[in-house]
């Protein structure tokens, strides 16, 4: 099984998630969080910090969410209790 910390360049579709885990052969759980952006795990970032990505002059918008900061901990915690607890 695997978890990736997963953060699409564009809007990402359920399907797509699927295929995706199909194509690759992978035993994986996509978790979607609608309104999140970038650096939502990071607390510093309590307000909106935009940047222009270097290499391909993307705007992303950067900020904390502490909904999906919490949800995401808690599912990295359960994922790291199943697959790694008696290694």
Not at 59 to 84: A, I, P
């Amino acid at each position: 099984a695997y978890m990736y910390p997963f953060i699409p360049h564009a809007p990402l579709e359920p399907q797509n998630c699927a295929a995706l885990k199909v194509r690759e052969g992978i035993d994986a759980v996509v978790h979607l969080y609608p309104g999140t952006h970038h650096g939502y795990m990071l607390p510093e970032l309590r307000d909106p910090v935009n940047v222009t990505r270097g290499w391909s002059g993307k705007k992303v918008t950067l900020m904390y969410n502490g909904k999906s900061h919490d949800e995401t901990w808690e599912r990295m915690q359960n994922w790291f209790d199943r697959h790694l607890k008696n290694r």
